[in-house]
């Protein structure tokens, strides 16, 4: 059964940075593409961030240059490092494994002004 565990969330103040982790068990890592999404409170959730089994990258225009998605093979998982966020960026962030059509629980992330 693949799960997907996703944790570094957190209340942070404007221009500070997170990391979110997201472990993988179960499923095929390294053969397989992840994605990033969001939820912020009372919207719908949205895309933010795609990685190809090769490490091929692509983000919504709203987190380009700010953010970037990465994995590691060794400890199968997928990481979100965010930089100079913003209080546009406070959401639920979860993981998603399209091949499996599995969703993490997600991770609160919090930026105040």
């Known amino acids: 059964q693949v799960q997907l565990v996703e944790s570094g969330g957190g209340l942070v103040q404007s221009g500070e940075s997170l990391r979110l982790s997201c472990v993988v068990s179960g499923g095929t890592f390294s053969a397989d593409a992840f994605n990033w999404y969001r939820q912020p409170p009372g919207k719908r959730r949205e895309w933010v961030a795609y990685?190809?089994?090769?490490?091929?990258?692509n983000y919504t225009d709203a987190v380009a240059g700010r953010f970037r998605i990465s994995r590691e093979k060794a400890k199968n998982t997928v990481y979100l490092q965010m930089n100079n966020l913003n209080p546009e960026d406070t959401a639920v962030y979860y993981c998603?494994?399209?091949?499996?059509?599995?969703w993490g629980q997600g991770t609160q992330v919090t930026v105040s002004p």
């Open positions: 998603y494994y399209p091949r499996f059509n599995t």
């Open positions: 990685i190809s089994r090769t490490g091929l990258r």
